[in-house]
């Protein structure tokens, strides 16, 4: 147990591996930071070392390629970067920690751990996004759980119930660990037992609606081993062949073992060798046909991996009956194959140019690999700019235009990872492994079929960027013919847009962007205009408001006005009244329906009348209600007949609030 940090401690004679030279320039930001010294009172002293030490392990783990995640290696930095962060607050610290406290450490072991100081910029911006999330997660789960400890105390429980730490984790984001601490720093417990079983129950809830296909699933797999307990391994062609004569080994129809099936039934089979590649890496599985010696024809629709390494055939029987024992000439879909061998190069190239856009970081961790389409997924910690997508683009268009040789090679799998090949994290490999080389930039451990130059990719369109999870981008593209036939798409929009513009697609950006300024400053001139005429009819209407006992009403039945406006109308006319005690009715019909719109003043406020009151009977008149609380209420019906009877009504209303 002697390693680097013990060892410092005793050639150095210090208290602990914190005030070594190792760490003691990192103690002494967190003292700064804190505005005390170490090493405090004892609660304090473990403060100041858990941040201490965190920090380094944080800064070595984002130099080393982790970004924080909801499980795996990412979890436990972003529970080290929690919780240090957790007691920089009980020191004090109310600003960010990790970016000053991370950078100490570059400054201090970069030079003998160059790694540091070459993902210095990634280490700041992926604790300082981390730290903007957490703490806005740890103010609200703090507040929740302080009280919860002071209820829990108040009860003379020595226990904080399990269903409070589930709340909190479930429905604040507040982890289980800092909840368990601050309860330790509290002298309490925390009925953990209770949480499992309440996150236990949360599982088995969300499984509930897919036990049936899970069922299936399992039945399945049982006669997946039936099946191939007594079968050879399918020999695969399909990287140097797209045809082969094949024998069918054995059937599967309605879901058990079978010798025999007939026209139109649904049937899986497995074959002694076959040129059709099965799911997996992300490339969806073969198509095509199979053609047998007697005329029996199959529609291929899907291939994949019934178990580990057992090839199976999905198909429909098309003409005549298909038999255990048939032989015949399986033939792959030749276009469709081509498209996902095109996609799967351009995954390649892109995943290299990610990775040197964005920081070794930015690992793929997820693919779809469709024919002439593509989804690639990976890590990182923040949107791709715009201008980062557009140079990423445009490096992987280079690089096809570049016809790169594409190469696959065999070793044994420590020897590819000594040569610099990338294994995907989740993907299982074998002791001797399959290395896909694509010009001197990209070396991938993969199964897949790909194209022989990078030029028959043909061509590249990104389509999109965006999360799909914490510290995980989705980008979506297009390759071969679906970018060309996006790119057909897009020039027919711009021609069509130039058309309507009256000039050339080069110019249709400017003109289009001339236009809409000149119709902002139209609809700007027109707003202005209408409020101008609000303006006016509103002092019109106030000069016309009629005298009665208690107060004056305004009573109108408009014409050519939307609801805002109408609302607008109302609200203007009685501000022009506001010295008295009115009220203002107005009504218009719109779209089919008829609109009222009711306004006091401040004097008939006071008195305890809502506006809404006004409208009541009225608006059941219009077969609708009215809506609104305080000086301004609303009501719609589809009886535009009874609008003025309506209005009348209001007004009786009206009249009545203002004698009392």
């Keep these: 147990g002697l390693g680097i940090d013990r060892l410092a401690a005793i050639l150095q004679d210090v208290e602990n591996v914190c005030t070594t030279d190792l760490l003691m320039p990192t103690l002494n930001t967190v003292q700064e930071l804190a505005g005390r010294d170490y090493p405090g009172s004892a609660d304090e002293k473990v403060s100041f070392q858990v941040v201490t030490e965190h920090a380094r392990s944080i800064a070595y783990l984002i130099a080393d390629g982790v970004l924080p995640a909801k499980d795996g290696r990412g979890y436990v930095l972003r529970r080290l970067m929690r919780r240090a962060i957790r007691h920089a607050r ?277 693919s779809l690999v469709e024919s002439d389409r593509l989804r690639f997924d990976f890590a990182h910690f923040s949107a791709v700019t715009p201008e980062q997508l557009a140079r990423i683009e445009a490096a992987v268009n280079g690089h096809v235009l570049d016809d790169p040789a594409v190469r696959a090679w065999h070793a044994d799998r420590a020897e590819a990872e000594a040569a610099g090949a990338i294994a995907l994290f989740g993907e299982k490999y074998g002791d001797t492994v399959r290395i896909v080389d694509i010009g001197d930039f990209s070396r991938e451990l993969c199964g897949g079929t790909h194209v022989a130059h990078g030029s028959q990719v043909g061509a590249f369109r990104l389509l999109s960027e965006g999360s799909i999870g914490s510290n995980l981008r989705r980008i979506e593209a297009l390759t071969g013919h679906g970018a060309l036939r996006h790119h057909d798409v897009e020039r027919r929009i711009l021609e069509e847009v130039s058309t309507l513009l009256g000039t050339r697609p080069k110019q249709a950006a400017e003109t289009l962007h001339k236009r809409l300024g000149s119709l902002a400053a139209a609809e700007k001139e027109v707003s202005r205009r209408r409020e101008a005429d609000l303006r006016s009819q509103a002092q019109q209407l106030a000069s016309s408001s009629t ?66 009151h006004i409208l009541a009977s009225a608006a059941r008149t219009v077969g609708g209600g009215a809506g609104g609380a305080g000086p301004v209420a609303n009501a719609g019906g589809r009886r535009v007949e009874a609008l003025d009877e309506a209005l009348s009504i209001a007004v009786q209303e009206a009249t009545r609030v203002l004698d009392q």
């Design 90 to 366: 009980l020191l004090g610290i109310d600003q960010p920690v990790l970016a000053p406290t991370t950078a100490s450490v570059i400054a201090n072991l970069g030079d003998v751990w160059p790694e540091l100081t070459d993902q210095a910029n990634l280490i700041e911006q992926v604790v300082t996004a981390e730290e903007a999330s957490f703490t806005r997660t740890l103010a609200q789960g703090t507040r929740l759980l302080n009280a919860a400890i002071t209820r829990t105390r108040e009860s003379r429980s020595g226990s904080l119930p399990g269903e409070t730490a589930f709340e909190l984790a479930d429905t604040f984001g507040f982890p289980l660990e800092l909840t368990v601490e601050a309860a330790h720093d509290a002298g309490l417990t925390v009925d953990e037992d209770r949480f499992a079983t309440l996150l236990d129950e949360q599982k088995k809830r969300a499984k509930t609606g897919g036990k049936a296909k899970t069922a299936d699933a399992l039945r399945r797999q049982d006669t997946y081993r039936e099946l191939s307990a007594h079968l050879p391994r399918t020999d695969f062609l399909g990287y140097e062949h797209l045809t082969a004569e094949v024998t069918v080994l054995g059937l599967i129809s309605g879901g058990a073992v079978a010798t025999s099936t007939a026209e139109g039934s649904d049937v899986e089979f497995v074959l002694d060798r076959s040129p059709f590649y099965a799911e997996a890496g992300g490339q969806i599985g073969d198509t095509g046909t199979l053609r047998t010696e007697d005329g029996t024809l199959l529609r291929i629709t899907d291939t994949r991996y019934g178990l580990e390494g057992f090839r199976v055939h999905s198909a429909r029987v098309v003409e005549g009956e298909l038999r255990t024992g048939a032989r015949g000439e399986a033939a792959v879909d030749a276009d469709r194959r081509k498209g996902l061998m095109r996609s799967h190069s351009a995954t390649h190239i892109l995943h290299a140019v990610v990775r040197a856009t964005l920081g070794d970081h930015a690992r793929q961790q997820g």
């Design 547 to 612: 005298q009665v006992p208690g107060g004056r009403i305004v009573s109108q039945r408009v014409s050519g006005l939307g609801a805002s406006d109408l609302r607008s109308l109302a609200t203007s006319t009685a501000d022009r009244l506001r010295s008295d005690r009115a009220v203002v009715v107005l009504g218009t019909e719109h779209d089919g329906k008829a609109l009222l719109v009711a306004a006091i003043t401040p004097g008939v406020l006071d008195s305890g009348t809502q506006a809404s």
